[in-house]
């Protein structure tokens, strides 16, 4: 059902392939797909690509999704501009 | 000492543990430092390698920090440990195949202190007898080089052309694949937890993963290198200072240079993903706990807009910490130390600016465990500088 073009992290560009080939390669936690192939350093970070990544790495190494190790979640939740967090504190309109 | 119980090899770990029970030169620490050396040691012709490292790789320092590379600075050993490492850096794509997105866009001081720029002006001096082309620049030229720059409350600047900026993340990957082909061996997930010790000589470092005789160690853990030290009863002035660091949305390519304001130690880049990544100088504990601040984030961006108004609208994407593993004068503890085991090789202390001199610092390292004359004079980094007092901190600490 997976094909060679179908997207893991549409905002890095990266393949279910691409994902494939690195675990293959050696690139076989969570942490070091991150920071090998860009997985969840996009603007999503990692909302739209974490489930499947950890899906693709317990299937690829036949190890329980519970083992598989995820990234770390980073504020802020949703992006934030420059010109909100440089703005005056003000209660009830925090940043 | 903990024993090796307590440390579990979790199931997504690489399962194989090191396939000998001896090696030449156990390396603990699997950043840009340790695998600098350990790649150096296996160009030099020694292969017998282990590089051991507590995690995942890319988890510590040389995954968090914000991939400047200068030579702007003020101690004759810092400059040249700079120089010689950016020349590295321009050959690390052809040499490993990984590419760093290592890119000259130089670094732009700004300083907002008349007394500062009279120093800044003197370092500028400095370094040109270095052969570093750093330029006292008007700030009318400093906002040529970086457009929509308000320079507002500031003196004056510098500017090196030759300064750069690179994506540390690709650099461990590189020198890991480059080490290995070579016949080095690189495990994770492997914890030192003590040393087995005959005389004045390491003869074995304890891990979770077994213990591992060897010939020569190196202490290249970075934050934890004071801790992994106490272990064999060394004491290193290396306390773990967290920094917090963030980056933005991707944006196209603007922004030339490091663009540092001393102000706050404020520093920003644009990496070769188009995103901006940056910090500052302050807001800093001595710490292991990476948490990030809201603290943080508001004084980075009131930093960013009053020097570049046009970026309030880009979004910040995420924030993280990360500590330096600073010495009392800023600079690192290399060679062996007269007190310790006589074949333990510290490579650490590099108070946030060790990715940008791991090119030297591995060869350096390389070069004395083959017991070669190394390029530059080690004792200028000896441990016993800090209990005879010669010290000589240099200013241009920044972030």
Redesign the interface.
């Known amino acids: 059902m997976v094909t060679a073009k179908e997207f893991l992290c549409r905002c890095e560009d990266i393949t279910m392939d691409d994902c494939r080939g690195a675990i293959h390669e050696g690139y076989s936690c969570f942490e070091d797909l991150k920071r090998f192939l860009g997985v969840g350093t996009g603007p999503c970070q990692g909302k739209a690509c974490v489930s499947a990544c950890m899906r693709l790495v317990a299937d690829e190494r036949g190890l329980p999704i519970e083992a598989v190790d995820v990234m770390t979640f980073r504020p802020p939740v949703r992006p934030v501009s420059f010109a909100t967090l440089a703005a005056p504190d003000q209660t009830g309109d925090r940043p | 000492m903990t024993g090796s119980a307590d440390v579990p090899l ?5 399962q194989a543990g090191p396939k000998k029970d001896r090696y030449e030169v156990v390396v603990i620490g699997g950043g840009a430092i340790g695998l600098a050396i350990a790649y150096e040691l296996a160009k030099l012709g020694l292969t017998d390698v282990l590089v051991l490292d507590k ?5 510590g320092a040389t ?1 968090r920090n914000g991939g400047g590379v200068r030579a702007q600075w003020t101690s004759t050993e810092n400059i040249q440990l700079a120089q010689r490492s950016i020349t590295a850096f321009k050959n690390f794509a052809a040499e490993t195949g990984h590419n760093s997105f290592f890119r000259q866009g130089g670094y732009l001081f700004l300083t907002r202190s008349e007394p500062q720029m009279q120093a800044l002006t003197k370092a500028a001096a400095f370094q040109n007898t270095h052969g570093v082309r750093t330029r006292v620049i008007a700030l009318e030229e400093a906002t040529r080089i970086v457009p929509g720059l308000h320079t507002g409350g500031c003196v004056g600047a510098t500017f090196n052309p030759d300064d750069a900026v690179l994506f540390p ?1 690709p650099l ?2 590189g020198w890991k694949e480059a080490a290995e082909k070579l016949g080095v061996e690189v495990l994770t997930f492997a914890h030192a937890t003590g040393f087995e010790v005959s005389g004045s000589r390491i003869t074995a470092v304890r891990t979770n993963r077994g213990t591992i005789g060897c010939t020569w160690v190196v202490n290249a853990a970075g934050a934890w290198s004071r801790d992994l030290a106490r272990l064999v009863g060394l004491e290193l002035p290396v306390k773990p200072e967290r920094h917090e660091i963030l980056v ?3 944006l196209k390519p603007f922004l030339g240079p490091m663009l540092v304001d001393l102000s706050n130690g404020y520093y920003v880049n644009q990496d070769m ?1 188009g995103e901006l990544v940056g910090g500052l100088g302050t807001h800093t504990e001595e710490s292991m706990e990476w948490h ?1 601040s ?1 603290e943080f ?2 004084e ?3 930093t ?2 009053r020097l570049l108004p046009r ?10 910490a990360g500590s330096y593993d600073k010495t009392p004068d800023a600079k690192p503890i290399l060679g062996v130390a007269e007190t310790g085991p006589i074949n333990l090789v510290q490579a650490n202390g590099f108070s946030g600016h060790g990715m940008m001199i791991s090119p030297m610092v591995g060869r350096l390292t390389a070069q004395l465990i083959a017991g070669q004359k190394t390029d530059l004079d080690l004792r200028r980094f000896a441990l016993e500088r800090f209990s005879r007092g010669e010290l000589e901190a240099d200013p241009m600490v920044i972030g």
Do not use: H, N
């Open positions: 979790p199931l997504i770990a690489p995690d995942s790789l890319v988890k995954g993340w461990v990957w933005s949305e991707p993903r990030s809201l984030a508001r980075f961006a009131k960013t807009v970026l309030g609208p880009v979004r910040v994407l995420r924030q993280w």
